[in-house]
Protein backbone atom coordinates (compact mmCIF):
# COMPACT_ATOMS: atom_id res chain seq x y z
CA UNK A 1 0.00 0.00 0.00
CA UNK A 2 1.26 3.48 -0.91
CA UNK A 3 -0.15 6.04 0.80
CA UNK A 4 0.63 9.84 0.45
CA UNK A 5 1.01 12.13 2.96
CA UNK A 6 -1.48 14.25 1.50
CA UNK A 7 -4.16 11.86 1.24
CA UNK A 8 -4.84 11.26 4.64
CA UNK A 9 -3.39 12.47 8.31
CA UNK A 10 -0.36 10.39 9.26
CA UNK A 11 -1.13 7.35 12.16
CA UNK A 12 2.72 8.77 13.50
CA UNK A 13 4.21 12.21 13.22
CA UNK A 14 7.43 13.13 14.92
CA UNK A 15 8.07 17.05 14.35
CA UNK A 16 10.95 18.57 15.08
CA UNK A 17 12.08 15.29 17.50
CA UNK A 18 15.18 15.19 19.92
CA UNK A 19 16.30 12.71 22.30
CA UNK A 20 19.75 13.79 24.35
CA UNK A 21 21.50 11.38 26.45
CA UNK A 22 23.61 13.14 29.60
CA UNK A 23 23.31 16.70 27.36
CA UNK A 24 24.72 14.66 24.13
CA UNK A 25 21.96 15.02 21.35
CA UNK A 26 21.34 11.47 20.08
CA UNK A 27 18.43 12.40 17.82
CA UNK A 28 18.87 16.10 16.30
CA UNK A 29 15.07 17.98 14.96
CA UNK A 30 14.15 15.20 13.06
CA UNK A 31 10.57 15.11 11.36
CA UNK A 32 9.00 11.78 10.22
CA UNK A 33 5.80 10.56 9.16
CA UNK A 34 4.13 7.19 9.17
CA UNK A 35 0.74 7.05 6.95
CA UNK A 36 -1.88 4.41 8.11
CA UNK A 37 -1.47 1.03 5.96
CA UNK A 38 2.55 2.36 5.03
CA UNK A 39 5.70 0.16 5.53
CA UNK A 40 8.00 2.58 6.31
CA UNK A 41 11.63 1.75 7.07
CA UNK A 42 14.12 3.95 8.57
CA UNK A 43 18.00 2.82 7.71
CA UNK A 44 21.67 3.99 8.61
CA UNK A 45 24.73 3.01 10.11
CA UNK A 46 25.20 1.74 13.56
CA UNK A 47 24.46 4.78 16.26
CA UNK A 48 23.22 6.85 13.82
CA UNK A 49 20.08 7.06 16.26
CA UNK A 50 17.60 4.76 14.66
CA UNK A 51 16.98 2.29 17.64
CA UNK A 52 16.55 5.73 19.97
CA UNK A 53 14.58 7.37 17.64
CA UNK A 54 12.10 3.80 17.94
CA UNK A 55 12.52 4.27 22.23
CA UNK A 56 11.46 7.41 22.24
CA UNK A 57 8.38 6.96 20.05
CA UNK A 58 7.62 4.04 22.40
CA UNK A 59 8.06 6.08 25.79
CA UNK A 60 11.23 4.91 26.74
CA UNK A 61 13.77 7.48 25.70
CA UNK A 62 14.15 10.72 26.92
CA UNK A 63 12.69 13.23 24.91
CA UNK A 64 14.42 16.42 24.81
CA UNK A 65 12.53 18.55 22.24
CA UNK A 66 10.09 18.45 19.30
CA UNK A 67 6.44 16.53 19.75
CA UNK A 68 5.51 12.60 18.91
CA UNK A 69 1.67 12.32 17.38
CA UNK A 70 0.00 9.40 17.48
CA UNK A 71 -3.41 8.99 15.44
CA UNK A 72 -3.76 13.29 15.70
CA UNK A 73 -2.87 13.07 19.44
CA UNK A 74 0.56 14.80 21.18
CA UNK A 75 1.55 10.98 23.41
CA UNK A 76 4.98 12.85 24.17
CA UNK A 77 4.27 12.46 28.07
CA UNK A 78 2.21 9.54 28.20
CA UNK A 79 3.11 6.17 29.78
CA UNK A 80 4.09 3.28 27.52
CA UNK A 81 1.34 1.16 28.90
CA UNK A 82 -0.63 3.45 27.34
CA UNK A 83 1.11 3.80 23.95
CA UNK A 84 0.33 -0.25 24.07
CA UNK A 85 -3.12 -0.12 24.74
CA UNK A 86 -3.67 2.57 21.83
CA UNK A 87 -1.87 -0.01 19.69
CA UNK A 88 1.46 1.33 19.60
CA UNK A 89 3.45 -1.31 20.06
CA UNK A 90 7.39 -2.19 19.48
CA UNK A 91 9.63 -5.62 18.63
CA UNK A 92 12.46 -4.44 20.56
CA UNK A 93 16.47 -5.16 18.99
CA UNK A 94 17.50 -8.31 21.25
CA UNK A 95 14.26 -9.51 21.22
CA UNK A 96 13.55 -8.52 24.95
CA UNK A 97 11.66 -11.87 26.08
CA UNK A 98 12.07 -13.30 29.52
CA UNK A 99 14.07 -16.40 29.55
CA UNK A 100 12.69 -18.07 32.40
CA UNK A 101 9.06 -17.97 31.18
CA UNK A 102 7.71 -20.53 28.49
CA UNK A 103 6.68 -19.60 25.12
CA UNK A 104 3.08 -19.53 26.29
CA UNK A 105 3.53 -17.39 29.11
CA UNK A 106 5.74 -15.03 26.89
CA UNK A 107 2.80 -14.15 24.96
CA UNK A 108 0.12 -14.17 27.26
CA UNK A 109 2.51 -10.84 28.30
CA UNK A 110 1.91 -9.62 25.49
CA UNK A 111 -2.37 -9.05 26.05
CA UNK A 112 -1.50 -7.70 29.40
CA UNK A 113 -3.32 -4.23 28.26
CA UNK A 114 -6.05 -6.71 27.45
CA UNK A 115 -9.41 -7.62 28.60
CA UNK A 116 -10.62 -10.10 25.91
CA UNK A 117 -9.51 -13.09 26.97
CA UNK A 118 -11.28 -15.58 24.70
CA UNK A 119 -9.83 -13.21 21.93
CA UNK A 120 -6.52 -13.31 23.26
CA UNK A 121 -6.47 -16.64 23.32
CA UNK A 122 -7.64 -17.11 19.42
CA UNK A 123 -4.62 -14.81 18.77
CA UNK A 124 -2.50 -16.93 20.55
CA UNK A 125 -3.21 -19.69 18.81
CA UNK A 126 -3.29 -17.50 15.63
CA UNK A 127 0.60 -16.64 16.22
CA UNK A 128 1.51 -20.96 16.92
CA UNK A 129 -0.66 -21.24 13.43
CA UNK A 130 2.06 -18.90 11.81
CA UNK A 131 4.45 -19.91 13.37
CA UNK A 132 4.30 -23.86 14.52
CA UNK A 133 8.02 -24.82 15.72
CA UNK A 134 6.81 -22.31 18.76
CA UNK A 135 3.75 -24.50 18.60
CA UNK A 136 5.08 -27.31 19.38
CA UNK A 137 7.64 -26.20 22.25
CA UNK A 138 4.95 -23.68 23.90
CA UNK A 139 5.54 -25.37 27.58
CA UNK A 140 9.34 -24.86 26.88
CA UNK A 141 10.97 -21.93 28.75
CA UNK A 142 11.85 -19.46 26.28
CA UNK A 143 15.49 -18.76 26.68
CA UNK A 144 16.60 -22.11 25.34
CA UNK A 145 15.09 -21.73 22.34
CA UNK A 146 16.99 -20.48 19.34
CA UNK A 147 17.79 -16.79 18.29
CA UNK A 148 15.26 -17.16 15.43
CA UNK A 149 13.13 -19.07 17.67
CA UNK A 150 13.20 -16.16 20.00
CA UNK A 151 12.44 -13.68 17.46
CA UNK A 152 9.59 -15.34 16.01
CA UNK A 153 8.51 -15.65 20.23
CA UNK A 154 8.75 -11.48 20.36
CA UNK A 155 6.78 -11.04 17.22
CA UNK A 156 4.23 -13.50 18.15
CA UNK A 157 3.82 -11.52 21.71
CA UNK A 158 3.73 -8.12 19.35
CA UNK A 159 0.78 -9.65 17.36
CA UNK A 160 -0.91 -10.67 20.63
CA UNK A 161 -1.10 -6.78 21.57
CA UNK A 162 -3.13 -5.97 18.56
CA UNK A 163 -0.58 -3.43 17.07
CA UNK A 164 -2.34 -0.46 14.81
CA UNK A 165 1.37 0.71 14.33
CA UNK A 166 4.32 -1.90 15.01
CA UNK A 167 7.51 -0.72 15.25
CA UNK A 168 10.37 -3.43 14.38
CA UNK A 169 13.80 -2.84 15.72
CA UNK A 170 16.70 -5.32 13.62
CA UNK A 171 14.19 -7.98 13.26
CA UNK A 172 16.79 -10.42 10.97
CA UNK A 173 19.86 -9.46 13.21
CA UNK A 174 21.97 -12.61 14.31
CA UNK A 175 19.51 -15.15 11.76
CA UNK A 176 20.33 -17.71 9.39
CA UNK A 177 19.11 -16.98 5.79
CA UNK A 178 16.53 -18.84 5.98
CA UNK A 179 15.06 -17.87 9.22
CA UNK A 180 15.26 -14.14 8.15
CA UNK A 181 13.16 -15.19 4.96
CA UNK A 182 10.53 -16.52 7.67
CA UNK A 183 10.62 -13.85 9.65
CA UNK A 184 10.06 -11.54 6.44
CA UNK A 185 6.96 -13.85 5.83
CA UNK A 186 5.15 -12.78 8.35
CA UNK A 187 5.79 -9.44 8.51
CA UNK A 188 4.52 -9.52 4.93
CA UNK A 189 1.56 -10.82 6.39
CA UNK A 190 1.18 -8.32 9.32
CA UNK A 191 1.17 -5.50 7.06
CA UNK A 192 -1.48 -7.53 4.78
CA UNK A 193 -3.31 -7.32 6.91
CA UNK A 194 -3.84 -3.32 7.23
CA UNK A 195 -1.08 -3.18 10.43
CA UNK A 196 1.13 -0.26 9.50
CA UNK A 197 5.01 -0.96 10.21
CA UNK A 198 8.47 1.32 10.73
CA UNK A 199 10.74 -0.81 10.47
CA UNK A 200 14.37 -0.51 11.47
CA UNK A 201 16.95 -3.11 9.72
CA UNK A 202 20.78 -3.53 9.17
CA UNK A 203 20.73 -4.68 6.15
CA UNK A 204 19.42 -1.67 3.97
CA UNK A 205 18.27 -3.67 1.26
CA UNK A 206 16.22 -5.72 2.84
CA UNK A 207 14.58 -2.81 4.71
CA UNK A 208 13.95 -1.23 0.95
CA UNK A 209 12.18 -4.31 -0.69
CA UNK A 210 9.66 -4.39 2.22
CA UNK A 211 8.74 -0.76 2.59
CA UNK A 212 6.62 1.37 0.95
CA UNK A 213 9.10 4.91 1.95
CA UNK A 214 12.44 5.39 3.30
CA UNK A 215 14.24 7.27 5.50
CA UNK A 216 18.13 7.34 6.08
CA UNK A 217 19.34 8.68 9.43
CA UNK A 218 23.28 9.79 9.67
CA UNK A 219 24.92 11.06 13.44
CA UNK A 220 21.27 11.82 14.57
CA UNK A 221 20.13 13.82 11.34
CA UNK A 222 17.89 12.57 8.56
CA UNK A 223 19.50 13.01 5.41
CA UNK A 224 17.04 11.61 3.28
CA UNK A 225 14.12 10.51 2.53
CA UNK A 226 11.46 9.32 -0.76
CA UNK A 227 10.16 6.00 -2.44
CA UNK A 228 11.87 3.12 -1.16
CA UNK A 229 12.67 2.17 -4.60
CA UNK A 230 13.71 5.57 -5.33
CA UNK A 231 16.35 4.92 -2.15
CA UNK A 232 17.41 1.78 -3.87
CA UNK A 233 18.69 3.21 -6.72
CA UNK A 234 19.96 6.42 -5.04
CA UNK A 235 24.09 6.38 -6.24
CA UNK A 236 24.87 7.46 -2.44
CA UNK A 237 22.56 5.00 -0.27
CA UNK A 238 24.26 1.82 -3.02
CA UNK A 239 27.29 3.46 -2.09
CA UNK A 240 26.49 3.70 1.73
CA UNK A 241 24.54 1.21 2.70
CA UNK A 242 24.11 -1.74 -0.08
CA UNK A 243 27.82 -2.59 -1.00
CA UNK A 244 27.75 -1.43 -4.09
CA UNK A 245 30.77 -0.09 -4.33
CA UNK A 246 30.79 0.99 -8.18
CA UNK A 247 27.92 3.81 -7.56
CA UNK A 248 30.38 5.83 -5.92
CA UNK A 249 31.76 6.93 -8.98
CA UNK A 250 28.30 7.50 -10.23
CA UNK A 251 27.16 9.30 -7.17
CA UNK A 252 29.81 11.44 -6.68
Not at 57 to 85: F, K, M, N, S, W
Not at 98 to 123: H, K, P, S, W
Not at 218 to 241: I, Q, R
Request: glycine share 12%; hydrophobic share 40%.
Amino acid sequence: MNITHAQVSPLLELQGLEVAYGGIRAVRRIDLHVNPGERVCLIGANGAGKSTTLRAICGLAPVAGGQIRYDGRPITGRPVHERVRDGLVMVPEGRGIFGQLTIEENLAMGGYTRRDAAQVRRDTERVFTLFPRLAERRRQAAGTLSGGEQQMVAMGRAMIARPRLLLLDEPSMGLAPLMVEKVFEVVRAIADEGVTLLLIEQNARLALEHSDRGYVMESGELTLTGPAHELLDNPKVKAAYLGEAEADAAGG
